[in-house]
């Protein structure tokens, strides 16, 4: 009979044993959840500051991109742009008086797009700009459309003004037509 009681309390201290080893185990789980759980809220918060950075890069890159092309837009001028006078608050104004000046020194045809790089404003401001360059010196400045309604806009000295004049005096320029290019 004691050999049965020993036997009796043998098994229930392994039962004991094995009933602590499973609550332990089970503590154990329940801790590595819960840290699991807190490094997946950590990651998420650190994903989502990761995320505002790389917007907070995107704008600033977009904004180095236009001073740089507002750099490269002034670098070839010799001399700053004059103040607008009382007659030319508006930007729009100054925008094309700047333009007409680069033109000047660099001549040649340029595209919307050249212009946009150039200005760093965006297309529609460059076609307005383009559309009152054109309204503030006709003479000098001329306004074309290519193929797929490309505008170009290209700068005539007063030499190639005079020998340009004969050959289009036959074919004046629509102001309709004009409007029509700019509005495009």
Do not use: W
Not at 10 to 17: A, D
Not at 117 to 138: C, H, Q
Not at 152 to 178: N, R, T
């Amino acid at each position: 009979m004691f050999e049965e009681l020993l036997e009796i309390y043998r098994t229930k201290v392994e039962e004991i044993e094995k009933e602590k080893k499973e609550a332990h185990a089970m503590i154990l789980l329940a801790t590595a959840m819960e840290k699991i759980s807190q490094e997946m809220d950590s990651k998420q918060s650190d994903i989502d500051l990761i995320g505002r950075l790389i917007d907070q890069v995107d704008r600033l890159s977009k904004e180095v991109s236009d001073l740089k092309s507002q750099f490269r837009a002034r670098k070839g001028r010799i001399a700053p742009v004059e103040e607008a006078s009382s007659g030319e608050k508006t930007a729009l104004d100054k925008h094309a008086r700047s333009l007409i000046d680069i033109m000047m020194e660099r001549p040649g045809r340029f595209t919307t797009n050249e212009l946009v790089d150039m200005l760093g404003l965006n297309k529609t401001t460059v076609i307005n700009v383009m559309k009152r360059a054109y309204e503030i010196d006709p003479m000098h400045v001329k306004m074309s459309q290519g193929k797929r309604r490309k505008l170009f806009l290209s700068y005539v000295s007063d030499d190639e003004g005079q020998k340009s004049e004969v050959a289009a005096c036959s074919e004046d320029a629509d102001p309709i037509k004009i409007e029509l290019m700019a509005m495009t």
